[in-house]
């Protein structure tokens, strides 16, 4: 049974950054396309995503600022936040879809494992 784990969240400064990690078990790391969403009002938001190669997408209000990684070795992915603004707070979840291409899949309805979430709070 996959299980995905976040840490990293908390308190930043607005211009500052964060690190956010997702420990991932359970199966196969290598072969899960992954993805990092938040939970925007009503609905859940795509921030980044990353294919099996590392092929990486990124919604248009993160991008030059956000970049996500994954390291295969260690079974974990990464979503680090530079230059952070007021509207980056939010709770950000972990995804992930066992895929056969490399492509990144963008939508949360593609994933059916999900963490808990990590809160992240950005303040003036």
């Known amino acids: 049974q996959v299980r995905l784990m976040e840490s990293g969240g908390g308190s930043a400064q607005a211009g500052g950054s964060q690190r956010l990690s997702c420990s991932f078990s359970?199966?196969?790391?290598?072969?899960?396309?992954m993805g990092w969403f938040r939970q925007a009002p009503g609905k859940r938001e795509g921030v980044a995503v990353i294919g099996r190669d590392g092929t990486a997408g990124y919604a248009d209000s993160v991008k030059g600022r956000f970049t996500i990684s994954r390291d295969n070795a260690k079974n974990t992915l990464y979503l680090q936040m530079n230059s952070l603004k007021l509207e980056d707070a939010d709770r950000y979840y972990c995804?992930?879809?066992?895929?056969?291409?490399?492509?990144?899949?963008?939508?949360?309805?593609?994933?059916?494992?999900w963490g808990p979430g990590t809160q992240v709070t950005v303040s003036s």
């Open positions: 359970g199966d196969n790391y290598s072969g899960y396309c």
């Open positions: 995804a992930a879809s066992a895929c056969a291409g490399n492509s990144a899949l963008r939508y949360p309805y593609q994933y059916p494992y």
